[in-house]
Nanobody
Framework: EVQLQASGGGLVQAGGSLRLSCTAS????????IGWFRQAPGQVREAVSC????????DYADFAKGRFTISSDNAKNTMFLQMNSLKPADTGVYYC???????????????WGQGTLVTVSS
């Protein structure tokens, strides 16, 4: 079965840290962009961070720069999102995505994890 399994969300106080993980089964990351998105209550899904297959560079949304770090272990088909200095505005459901386009765009065939809830209390 092809799936992405995300984990690591939870409740944390402002200023705290969480590390999200996402493991793929049934397919391999290799050669495709991978990334994280999030959706806050009542908001549209937005990109958080991505590793582009075009140049191997990690890119971050402005709100994530300096606080979040994306990484991957392709041998284990697992990606991570280290989130530090969390703020209440970071609250939302975080989704991992694989088989994105070469510049991290969502394309037909992009695979999504089920989402993991991050709640940051003030």
């Amino acid at each position: 079965e092809v799936q992405l399994q995300a984990s690591g969300g939870g409740l944390v106080q402002a200023g705290g840290s969480l590390r999200l993980s996402c493991t793929a089964s049934g397919f391999a990351f290799g050669g495709r962009s991978i990334g994280w998105f999030r959706q806050a209550p009542g908001q549209v899904r937005e990109a958080v961070s991505c590793i582009s297959s075009a140049d191997g560079v990690a890119d971050y949304a402005d709100f994530a720069k300096g606080r979040f770090t994306i990484s991957s272990d392709n041998a284990k088909n697992t990606m991570f999102l280290q989130m530090n200095s969390l703020k209440p505005a970071d609250t939302g459901v975080y989704y991992c995505a694989a088989t994105l386009g070469p510049y991290c765009q969502v394309v037909a065939g992009t695979r999504w994890g089920q989402g993991t809830l991050v709640t940051v209390s003030s």
